[in-house]
């Protein structure tokens, strides 16, 4: 083999195993937008939440029939997150996440601590005390 052919293997071995490093360590695209995603549907519930909260205490303490301001919608199939009562003070939101919570990175770790969610539908009972935490259905 001649020289030339070998320093281009070679050179072509480095760059596709310093490719593979780097999906390794920060993720492939499909992974970093489907992280993104995730971010985007655990703000939404959060915002969706506090709006919530806050039409039940500006009404003299009853849930809304419907998310207040046309709610929030799901970033890739623009439906609204669903919302329903279940009871005076109880509610569900429910959203489908790409990425179960346990498998996520430091980065979206701090939006999604106190709220578990597995790949796939997740609902979360929430009450319309804030201090509440929610629980994972």
Not at 71 to 78: C, F, I, K, M
Not at 89 to 103: G, M, V
Request: glycine letters at 8%; one cysteine or more.
């Amino acid at each position: 083999m001649k020289l030339e052919a070998i320093a281009g293997v070679t050179t072509a071995a480095v760059v596709l195993g310093g490719v593979a490093l780097a999906f390794s360590v920060i993720g492939s695209p499909a992974h970093e937008r489907a992280l993104a995603l995730d971010r985007k549907r655990m703000e939404d519930l959060r915002a969706l939440a506090q709006r919530i909260d806050e039409s039940y205490y500006a009404s003299g303490e009853r849930l809304p029939a419907v998310v207040p301001d046309g709610g929030l919608n799901d970033p890739v199939t623009a439906k609204p997150y669903d919302y329903r009562r279940l009871g005076a003070s109880h509610y569900q939101l429910c959203a489908t996440f790409d990425l179960p919570s346990e498998k996520v990175d430091a980065r979206l770790e701090a939006v999604t601590w106190d709220w578990p969610h597995r790949a796939g539908r997740t609902c979360y009972r929430l009450g319309t005390n804030s201090s509440a935490r929610p629980s994972m259905q």
